[in-house]
């Protein structure tokens, strides 16, 4: 079912948030994939999730807190910006071997 404007908008207004706090925009694959997991989870197991505890006194539209849709995708995300420090610090790395001067090589031999 394809989403409609509103929707959209809500996940790219989801997706600000997250960039905001953590430096890293999702796709909004990855925050409707958080949502869909979050509410699959509590209908699984309604009484012993926090997650449902935290849904059930909230009206439907607000079921879904930020807190944890936050950590939800930092857990897709933090690889992701682990990883890309990672490269970050071995290109950095290969700049610096780069730009060091090389020595030098003495020949032996007259000329």
Do not use: C, F, W, Y
Not at 6 to 27: C, F, H, K
């Amino acid at each position: 079912m394809p989403l409609s404007p509103q929707d959209v908008a809500a996940l790219e207004q989801i997706g600000g948030a997250v960039e905001q706090q953590t430096g890293v925009r999702p796709s909004l694959g990855q925050i409707a994939g958080v949502i869909l997991s979050l509410h699959l989870d509590a209908l699984k197991s309604p009484s012993s999730t926090s997650a449902s505890a935290e849904t059930s006194a909230a009206p439907p539209d607000t079921a879904l807190s930020r807190t944890i849709l936050r950590q939800m995708i930092d857990q897709q995300i933090n690889p992701i910006r682990d990883r890309l420090r990672r490269l970050e610090a071995e290109m950095q790395g290969a700049a610096n071997a780069a730009s060091a001067p090389s020595a030098r090589v003495i020949s032996t031999k007259p000329h």
